[in-house]
């Protein structure tokens, strides 16, 4: 994981408490990944030189937990605070791209790994399942207004966001 290409996600959505420990959430959230062996710390990829970028939409239904909620009360106004964790299901679009001198080249097409020209493989899809888990901070302000930062991690069925998995095509 390389920290400083982590970009940050954007997202909407309902959540609904069925009681003060559980809720359910869904959401729609969209990221922009992108990547370059040339910026690898393993200096082995760096002949590869392969690099991409991706635009991903993700529709998920999550359950969250509330682990400890604390108040601050000042002399102006009460705060509330929450931990939290979350877990659940999610579906997910991408196109991985490559940039090809002035433009970005979408990548499925290319079948750059023989994906549908090697006998029995087929393209890979660009739908696929996402497990999301991860937990955050939560700050109440008024009636049911909330400001949040939390860190996700996406468990995926597919190996092939970047275009790149582990066979070569000659």
């Not at 992108?34 to 991706?54: G, K, V």
């Not at 108040?71 to 964790?85: A, F, I, P, Q």
Request: a positive charge; aromatic letters at 14%.
């Amino acid at each position: 994981m390389d920290l400083s290409a982590t970009k940050p996600c954007l997202g909407a959505g309902i959540r609904q408490n069925f009681n003060q420990l559980l809720a359910l959430r869904t959401g729609l959230s969209y990221v922009y990944l992108e990547q370059s062996d040339a910026n690898s710390f393993s200096t082995s990829r760096h002949p590869r030189n392969l690099s991409f970028r991706t635009h991903i939409l993700e529709a998920s239904a999550l359950i969250e937990f509330r682990v400890a909620k604390f108040n601050l009360n000042t002399k102006k106004r009460r705060s509330s605070w929450e931990y939290y964790v979350f877990g659940g299901l999610g579906g997910f679009y991408y196109s991985p791209q490559a940039k090809y001198k002035t433009r970005y080249v979408s990548l499925r097409p290319l079948t750059t790994e023989g994906q549908g020209l090697k006998p029995r493989t087929k393209p890979y899809s660009l739908v696929d399942i996402a497990i999301p888990i991860g937990g955050g901070l939560r700050y109440g302000y008024g009636f049911g207004n909330t400001v949040y930062v939390e860190m996700g991690y996406r468990a995926t069925n597919t190996d092939y966001i970047d275009d790149v998995s582990t066979s070569y095509y000659s």
